[in-house]
C-alpha cells in the first residue's frame, strides 16, 4: 500500500513536469506535433528510471500517526491530492540519515530507529516496554548521570551505586530498584607478627634481602659495599663478600644452579659461584645504576632494571643481552619474572607498571593507573595475580592483562617493598619506618607495625628497603635503614578473640583508580 502510493505520487509529479516543459515535441518536417501516448509513456519510463529511480529505493523507516486536517490538500502547484483519511490511522513514511537514540539509555535497533525528539512520556513507555534482556542490558549501560544520551557504540562506564535497575518484562508489574554497592567481604583472620630477633652487622643501610631454596641462610647487600650471608636459625653471619664499588642494590638465589646474583649501583652485575665464593661472570650493558633483578624460574634468564630508563634480558650463562627492553620513560625501579604470560613485569618512577612479552622483547599491556613512583611489585604465588605499590594507592591486577581488581588503600608513604606469602598475607614496607600488613583477598589492613630503630641510630634512619617471607613463609624478614635486619613471626598466643577482626561491611569503591 505505502509503496503503491510513494510509486503513484512521483509519477504524478513527473507526469505534470513533462507536460508542462515538453507538451509538444517537433517532427522531422519542423512543425511541433502534440506527443501520442505510446511515446508519452516511454519517455516518461525512462526519465523515471534514470531521475527518479533513487528515489524510490531510499531506506525508509515507519511511523504510523493520525493524519488530523482538510479532507482534500493542494500541492504547492494547486493540483489536488489524495483526500486523507481522517481520523484513521495511515502508514506514513520516514526518511533520514542519522538515527537519534528513542530514550536515555536504550540502544538503537531495527525496531527503535525513529527519526524524531522523543517525548518524556514515549521515553519512558518506550523502556517499560522493553523486553526483559534488553531492559537489563540496557539499563547496566546507563547512561550518564543528567540524562545525557549516549550513541551505540560508546564505552561502557563503571556503574554508579545509585543507578536504576529494571526488573521485569511486564509494564503492569515492573519496578525502579535501586542498585546496592558492593561491600567489602568479611576478611580472612591471621594471627598478628611481632618482632622476635634484631640482627646487626651491615654499616650502611640494608638495601636488599633474598633466602635461598634450602632455606638455611639468607643473604642482603647494603650500602657499605658489601654482601653477607647470615644463617637463618640463628642470625650469625656466616660469609661477607665484596666486590661492588658502590651499594648493592638487589640480590637474589638461584634454583637451578649455585649462583648468587647481585647488582649494584655501580652499574654491575655479578653472577657469584658460591662453591668457590667468587665472581664469575659479569653483566656488561647497562648505562647507569641497577636498581633491581630476577630470575626466571623455568630458563637461564636473569633480568635486570636500572635507572637508565630499561631493564635487560641476559642469557645467565653466554652472559650475552637477549633483549633491551625500552619503553619507560623514567628510571625502572622493580621487575618481576614468572613462567606463564606475561613473563616479564617491570615497575617504573614513570609511575606505570609494563607487562612485556619475553620473545619478542616489547611491551605486551601498559598500566597507567598510578599517579606516582611504582617502587615495588610483587607476584601472588598461587593466584594468577599481582600487587604494585606506590605512595598514592597498592593496587591488585589480574594477569594476563593488567585488569584492575582494587586499592589497597590507607599506607600513605613512599612504598619501597612488598611481599606476600601462600595465606595471603601481603606486607607493604615503606620510607618512613611503617609496615602494613594485608589480607590479600580483600584488602583489609589487619596489623600495623613500627619498630624502633636500634640504639644509637637517628629517629630519622627509620626505613624499610626491603621485606621477604622464609621459605617455610613462617619468618618474615625485613632489611633497614637503621642497618639492621628485623625478623618478626606469628604470635602463636594470638586467637580470634585475643585478636578480633575489626570488620564491618563497609562500601568499597573498587574501580576508583
Not at 159 to 184: C, F, H, I, R, Y
Request: positive net charge.
Amino acid at each position: 500500500m505505502v509503496e503503491e502510493v510513494q510509486k503513484h505520487s512521483v509519477h504524478t509529479l513527473v507526469f505534470r513536469s513533462l507536460k508542462r516543459t515538453h507538451d509538444m515535441f517537433v517532427a522531422d518536417n519542423g512543425k511541433p506535433v502534440p506527443l501520442d501516448e505510446e511515446s508519452h509513456k516511454r519517455k516518461m519510463a525512462i526519465k523515471l528510471r534514470n531521475e527518479y529511480g533513487p528515489v524510490l529505493h531510499m531506506p525508509t523507516s515507519k511511523e504510523n500517526f493520525k493524519e488530523k486536517g482538510p479532507q482534500n490538500a493542494s500541492d504547492s502547484y494547486g493540483h489536488k491530492q489524495y483526500p486523507a483519511n481522517q481520523g484513521q490511522e495511515v502508514e506514513y513514511l520516514v526518511t533520514g540519515t542519522h538515527p537519534y537514540p528513542p530514550g536515555p539509555g536504550v540502544a538503537l535497533t531495527a525496531d527503535t530507529k525513529v527519526q524524531r525528539m522523543p517525548s518524556e512520556s514515549a521515553a519512558q513507555s518506550l523502556a517499560v516496554a522493553l523486553p526483559t534482556s534488553q531492559t537489563r542490558g540496557d539499563t547496566n549501560r546507563s547512561a550518564p548521570a543528567g540524562g545525557e544520551y549516549r550513541h551505540p557504540g560508546a564505552s561502557d562506564r563503571a556503574q554508579p551505586a545509585g543507578a536504576v535497575v529494571m526488573e521485569g518484562g511486564n509494564a503492569k508489574n515492573s519496578a525502579l530498584m535501586a542498585k546496592k554497592a558492593p561491600t567489602m567481604p568479611k576478611p580472612q583472620w591471621h594471627p598478628p607478627w611481632k618482632l622476635y630477633r634484631v640482627i646487626s652487622g651491615h654499616l650502611g643501610w640494608v638495601r636488599c634481602i633474598a633466602v635461598e631454596p634450602g632455606n638455611q641462610w639468607f643473604v642482603t647487600g647494603s650500602a657499605d659495599r658489601t654482601i653477607k650471608i647470615w644463617d637463618l636459625a640463628s642470625g650469625k653471619l656466616k660469609l661477607s663478600l665484596t666486590g661492588h664499588i658502590s651499594t648493592v642494590r638487589g640480590v637474589i638465589v638461584s634454583t637451578r644452579s649455585p649462583y648468587l646474583f647481585s647488582c649494584g649501583e655501580d652499574k654491575q652485575v655479578k653472577c657469584w659461584d658460591l662453591e668457590y665464593n667468587k665472581v664469575i661472570r659479569h653483566y656488561h650493558g647497562h648505562l647507569s645504576a641497577v636498581y633491581g633483578l630476577d630470575l626466571h624460574p623455568t630458563i637461564d634468564v636473569l633480568v635486570t632494571c636500572s635507572r637508565d630508563s630499561t631493564a635487560r634480558i641476559w642469557d645467565v650463562r653466554t652472559k650475552a643481552s637477549v633483549h633491551t627492553l625500552s619503553g619507560h620513560t623514567n628510571a625502572v625501579a622493580t621487575v618481576r619474572c614468572q613462567a606463564a604470560e606475561p613473563q616479564i613485569i617491570t615497575g617504573s618512577h614513570d609511575t606505570t607498571i609494563r607487562l612485556w612479552d619475553l620473545v619478542a622483547g616489547k611491551t605486551r599491556v601498559t598500566l597507567t593507573n598510578h599517579k606516582k613512583s611504582v617502587r615495588a611489585v610483587v607476584l601472588h604465588p598461587r593466584h594468577y595475580t599481582f600487587a604494585s605499590g606506590s605512595p598514592d594507592n597498592i593496587k591488585q591486577w589480574k594477569f594476563p592483562d593488567g585488569s584492575f581488581i582494587q586499592n589497597l588503600s590507607g599506607h600513605n608513604a613512599i612504598i619501597n617493598t612488598l611481599t606476600v606469602n601462600s595465606d595471603g598475607v601481603l606486607v607493604s614496607g615503606a620510607d618512613n619506618g611503617t609496615m602494613h600488613l594485608w589480607d590479600w583477598r580483600t584488602g583489609y589492613n589487619f596489623q600495623r607495625v613500627h619498630a624502633a630503630v636500634q640504639p644509637g641510630s637517628l629517629d630519622s634512619e627509620s626505613g624499610i628497603f626491603a621485606c621477604a617471607f622464609d621459605q617455610s613463609e613462617s619468618r618474615l624478614l625485613t632489611a633497614e635503614a637503621d642497618k639492621t635486619i628485623k625478623v618478626y613471626r606469628e604470635d602463636d598466643t594470638a586467637t580470634e578473640e585475643t585478636h578480633p577482626v575489626s570488620w564491618k561491611p563497609e562500601i568499597i569503591k573498587r574501580k576508583r583508580f
